[in-house]
Structure formats: structure tokens, C-alpha cells
């Protein structure tokens, strides 16, 4: 099962499917894998709206469709997916997940996962876009060992520049979602980080991501919305020794501090670029927003118990998704799944919708 650190869930990474595999690498390092496809008949994909663009995906748990390997991510197990698609299906949550609705705004469907289409192998799967998003993942390498945003990065480039499965023209109205960096800072203080030196750490995320964002532009992709720092003092797993009640002031400090330097690096991009290419999509206004949140305090909202995970373990040591011997489920789910936070980390569908909500007017910016 997949082990859970301060902040976000790790995952073991490991892809054995045709003839190329990722590489956890430093940000420098390209990796040589190659990518081979063939088609396979009988698989049918949903088409595209007229002229609807296709959308890249990269980054971790909040944005993951399917990457994460079936046999270690609590995010194939149930009641994983319960509400959509009914089963579980790789996103972390019982549904629909942050690029899910992305695309649906786009007025395309849900980009195949990296993961699904090597075992596809059908150059017609990425029609939509593709997902490299994988939970556990990060800027840097974390304590999950996946692909990091340069081997995200680096595969689709070669996508792009080395096999042409992507032209000018299937760029020129093409979108990337970004979601990153909880996962670095989970493993920052997992590795004993202190409050006191987090100041530069985010400084090093930000020279990276920007570079990050920075070659996927490069890639002919046309606009890039890349996600603020959601509010960490506000997730069940840290909200949980304040009996879900109050949410973490420290937490939420570096969260705002993430968020300034990333607006900042944003506003120098497009700069550079003489155009706003860069959209920061503001999860931070949006889950307070949706949570109803004065001053780390909750208030009246849609949502019951705003601080609370639907899901959660029945003893000290399980969590969501737990199972004990022959299948005996040590976990329970919320009665009419309307919580916010579906288990310690992630959104449920319906909080996933709520932020959506928040989020549009800043979406319009992606089709502009």
C-alpha cells in the first residue's frame, strides 16, 4: 500500500510496458528512453470538440488520471472511484480530479495517462493530449522515487521533437496543467527541513519550475496554467491534531510564501515572453474559498465537517483504502460522500468541483 508522508502519499514507480520506462533523473540529465507505438484495433477514444485544444498534463496526485502503478497506489483500490467512474480508475480521490474538469472547460476529454497509452501503444489514444502527472511526485525528486517534472518533461519532448507524434499545428491550440510542489516540500521536511531554511527551498523550487515551465512553452505548447500552493495547514493529515477544527498557521504561511514567489517568477515569465503564457490557477483562493475560511477558521459552508476527511482508516497505522488479511476493509466512508476532503490529502469529487467553480474566471485565460 502506499505510504503516506507529512503531506502527501509516496509511490513506488516502476513501468515495464513496450520499449520505454522512466527515469528518476537530476534536472540536467535527458533521458534516451524511446517511446513505440503501434495500433491496435477495437480501441475506440472520445473525440474532440471542433477546434478544441489538446491538453498536456504534468505534476502529481491532484492531477494523476492513471499513472501511478497498480500494484503498490492506494488509488486502484476501493472505494477509490466510487463515485466516478463507479470503480477505481488511478486518481486519487472517488471521482473526477482537478484535470478532469480542466478539459471539460477546454471542451475535450480527459488526456490517456502516460502509462495507460504504452500499453495501448495507439498513436489515435492522444488525440486529447497526454497525462504525465504521477502522485507522489514533485518538482525534485521526493520521497515517492517517480518521475520528477524534468523526466516528465524530458519524455515529452521527446514525444514532440524526436518521434513527431505531435506536429506545429496539433501545438498551436495546445494547453498544459501544471501541478506540483507539495510533494517538495513533503519530502523537504521529511528529511528534517526546517521552518527556518524553507524560505530557500522554495527559492530553489521556483528556479526550477521556471525552467520547468519554461521548456514546455518551448515545446509549442501555447498556454500553461500551472497551480498555486493549495493551503497545507489546511489538509485533514495536518488538521487531524486539532481535531479537524482549526487549520495550521504554519502550514498555510508557507503556502502564501510559495505563492508569492511563484506569482512573482510568473510575472517575469510573461514578461520575457510579451504575452501572458503563463496562467497561475489559484488553488489556494479557491479551496478557502470553497471551505469557507476566515482566518484558518472554518465557517458556514456546503460542505459538512469542512476539515474532515470522508474517508478514513478504522485504527492507528490504516487509512483510506486499507485492507487487513483476506480483504477486511479497515476503512469508512462518509454516508453521502459531501465532504470536502475525500481522504487525509485530496479533494473529493464534489470539493474538486468547488474549487473548479472558484477557478473559471481564471480558465478563461487559457483560451484567450
Not at 213 to 226: A, C, E, S, T, Y
Not at 286 to 311: I, R, V, Y
Not at 322 to 343: A, H, N, R, T
Request: glycine share 8%; hydrophobic share 35%.
Amino acid at each position: 500500500m502506499e505510504k503516506h508522508s507529512m503531506l502527501y502519499p509516496s509511490a513506488y514507480f516502476t513501468f515495464f510496458i513496450l520499449s520505454i520506462s522512466w527515469t528518476a533523473c537530476a534536472p540536467e540529465a535527458v533521458t534516451g528512453a524511446k517511446v513505440q507505438y503501434h495500433h491496435l484495433n477495437g480501441h475506440h477514444h472520445h473525440q474532440n470538440a471542433p477546434n478544441s485544444p489538446k491538453l498536456f498534463v504534468f505534476g502529481d496526485s491532484y492531477a494523476d488520471t492513471g499513472n501511478s502503478p497498480k500494484s503498490t497506489a492506494i488509488s486502484w483500490k476501493k472505494p477509490y472511484g466510487v463515485s466516478f467512474p463507479g470503480k477505481p480508475s488511478g486518481r486519487f480521490s472517488d471521482g473526477r480530479v482537478l484535470t478532469d474538469y480542466i478539459a471539460s472547460f477546454l471542451g475535450t476529454t480527459s488526456p490517456v495517462p502516460f502509462n495507460e497509452w504504452l500499453g495501448l501503444g495507439e498513436k489515435s489514444a492522444l488525440e486529447n493530449g497526454l497525462n504525465f502527472a504521477q502522485g507522489g511526485t514533485g518538482v525534485f525528486t521526493t520521497l515517492a522515487n517517480g518521475p520528477n517534472m524534468t523526466t516528465q518533461i524530458n519524455v515529452f519532448q521527446q514525444l514532440v521533437q524526436e518521434e513527431e507524434v505531435y506536429s506545429p499545428e496539433n501545438m498551436s491550440s495546445s494547453v498544459a496543467l501544471v501541478s506540483v510542489a507539495g510533494n517538495d516540500y513533503a519530502a523537504y521536511f521529511g528529511k528534517s527541513g526546517t521552518n527556518e531554511d524553507s524560505p530557500a527551498f522554495t527559492k530553489s523550487i521556483m528556479s526550477q519550475l521556471v525552467l520547468d515551465l519554461q521548456r514546455i512553452h518551448g515545446l509549442g505548447v501555447r498556454k500553461v496554467g500551472v497551480t498555486a500552493m493549495h493551503p497545507l495547514g489546511c489538509l485533514p493529515i495536518t488538521t487531524a491534531s486539532m481535531s479537524h477544527k482549526n487549520c495550521s498557521e504554519n502550514g498555510n504561511s508557507l503556502a502564501k510564501f510559495h505563492n508569492q514567489m511563484l506569482q512573482e517568477n510568473i510575472e517575469n515569465l510573461n514578461s520575457e515572453a510579451g504575452a501572458p503564457v503563463f496562467v497561475i490557477l489559484d488553488l489556494y483562493s479557491a479551496f478557502m474559498s470553497a471551505l469557507n475560511l476566515q482566518n484558518n477558521h472554518p465557517g458556514n459552508s456546503t460542505f459538512e465537517d469542512q476539515l474532515s476527511p470522508c474517508c478514513v482508516g478504522t485504527e492507528r497505522g490504516y487509512t483510506c483504502g486499507s485492507v487487513k488479511g483476506l480483504g477486511i476493509e479497515k476503512y469508512i466512508v462518509c454516508e453521502d460522500l459531501k465532504q470536502f476532503f475525500w481522504d487525509d490529502i485530496h479533494p473529493s469529487q464534489q470539493g474538486w468541483e468547488a474549487v473548479y467553480s472558484a477557478l473559471k474566471p481564471s480558465l478563461q485565460s487559457l483560451l484567450n
